[in-house]
């Protein structure tokens, strides 16, 4: 029984952790039982240990952008899945420019040595994702010297001309990103499962004649067959409607979303950031990030089925942790959203909060 | 009222944190307050704020050597008390060859700008640490390009004629590394306190017609001075004998910590790793570790006044998390160190243990 696709928030605070809150850190689980990690802030292998999730199931990891909070998590679990030889296979990253040049360094002063194989796919970085003051600060970004001994080597992404990075295409899934403004470079991730084969017809294939078994494979994969009574049996008449895949959107840090509108229509699940309260849009802006009303004017334009708040202040308590009146708490965030969504529409996540993604209906 | 000088363990396991323990991080509290840590794995800044010391009173951190348990948690921790100006004064680093690389690297490509300068002084390693493999992984150890906006340039520390790396002298410590034998280059940090100086004794001075005030002063700093009645009266015939300074030993991960014989005798508490039990002695070693008999040899050795045992492999549980009569706990290794030292000269460091390191007696 294959269990259910869901999201695990590992960390729901903004700029640094606290014992109430990790930092940035998104699991997708997948039907396989296979974990992506989206960002991997400090401590986050300790919450995926607090979790159930293994981490020794995380095969994919995307990172946002290159702020502490986002990713100095990256080479203690790194190592930490390869005590015990718990991973085997290849790990493989996708980030901004810079990552394999952190994890490089990281790993290689450290002397860490892994039981698996890691490769880093960097995403190209683009003149309109800047800020203003980028060149007053010279960084070297590239990774130099020879490659990590578990290190193999990795792709550098551009941007198609949609200004789309696409980064993985497989039999299942479509994974692509697209950059957000931010005060050093940022990205959204888009991950679209690709739509389901349909239900065999078993009633009417047995009217035809057709006997569950090798048949039933050949129309599965597309073939015309015949039936032992001479009758062509096309797969479109056989087969159900396909089953349309999902879509999960996970940014970064931001404060301009739209370049979305091209690859997230319709998304089943939008988690955006929502740092700072709509009050407090100035300085929202200022440093990079969202206010809830931005974030659900967004999941409005994008039709989203849910839109979920991440990456707070630590001002704003969890809602269990509220212990004086004058607290504030995330419940101040989900009204400010609600009130551009609806009720029903808007999720606050919290460190451990398990959302499922249920399949679409056919 | 001054506080007093204590040590507390924020951290107490090796190789990998859990939502039960921290990896190493020690925090040397001195009687102005001020905080100085030895090593800084991840997750240390989040055992800081569970703890009753404040991050921002940080104003030295050692670095035994570059594992990631012992290390990865100093770019969070210094971007963190960088947020709300908590800290200003200048944060010094001492640790070895290839740490200014990691912190320039990780503050860099974060594009971290912090409220307050840092600096990094580096001790150069020596032939002697070096493992045989040593040379099968070429690793550049040098920090390169500019230097971070907030990084002052830093020294490079090489042993004295007595393989001993002289790192601090002011008026009140004087701090010395002496190098261990582990994986990679590995130090133990040895903190002396200056002798203070001993009371005035005020009835003897009385007894001569001297009055408090001004004189007392020239006395304590130093100068002879003539009574009222035209008495000569010397320091030291009216000084107590100068209170000795106190000595704690912190040591980096070791399979042999001979060296510090030449610095360590007689300390007040030598802190210093047990990873496996004695019946593991051999895998201990092949890893570059301690068991409590050899720590405990050690500490005999330099008479010190209390062994801290620490760095536990995670299949030690904590004394309050033995759940089940088959879980092996740190008594285990306690008493292995008593069977050295005997009872009461041993204590197995907890995470958020604080020991008091009292004044020495005149």
Known sequence: MMSSMD?????????????????????????????????????????LMRSLLKASKVNKIFITHLHGDHMFGLPGLMCTVSQNNQKTGQLELYGPHGLRRFIRCSLQLSRSELTYNYVVHELQVVEEQLPAEWNTWTVNHDAEGSLHPNEHPGQQISPDEKGVWNLIEDDRFVVKAVWLKHRIPSFGF??????????????????????????????????????????????EDVLGPPRPGRKVIIMGDTAD???????????????????????LLAQALQNGHSTP?????????????????????????????????????????????????????????????????PPRKA
Not at 8 to 33: I, M, N, Q, W
């Open 7 to 47: 999201l695990t928030f590992l960390g729901t605070a903004s700029a640094y952790p606290s014992p109430t809150r990790g930092v940035s850190c998104t699991a997708l689980k997948h039907e396989d039982g296979s974990i992506w990690l989206f960002d991997c802030g400090e401590g986050s292998q300790i919450q």
């Open 190 to 235: 888009c991950v679209e499962e690709k739509p389901t084969q349909g239900k065999l017809n078993d009633a009417m294939l047995r009217s035809m004649g057709v006997p569950p078994g090798p048949l039933y494979g050949k129309i599965k994969s597309g073939e015309t067959i015949m039936s032992p009574t001479g009758e062509e049996v096309r797969p």
């Open 257 to 279: 979303s739209s370049q979305l509108m091209s690859v997230g229509l319709n998304a089943d699940v939008l988690v955006h950031e929502a740092t700072l309260e709509n009050e």
């Open 293 to 357: 009303e931005m974030a659900a004017v967004l999941g409005k334009s994008l039709n989203v089925g849910k839109l979920v708040l991440t990456h707070y202040s630590q001002r704003y308590k969890p809602l269990g942790a509220v212990t004086e009146k004058d607290d504030k708490s995330v419940s101040v965030l989900l009204e400010q959203a609600e009130a551009v969504l609806g009720k029903g529409k808007v999720i606050c996540a919290e460190d451990f909060l398990t959302i499922p993604i």
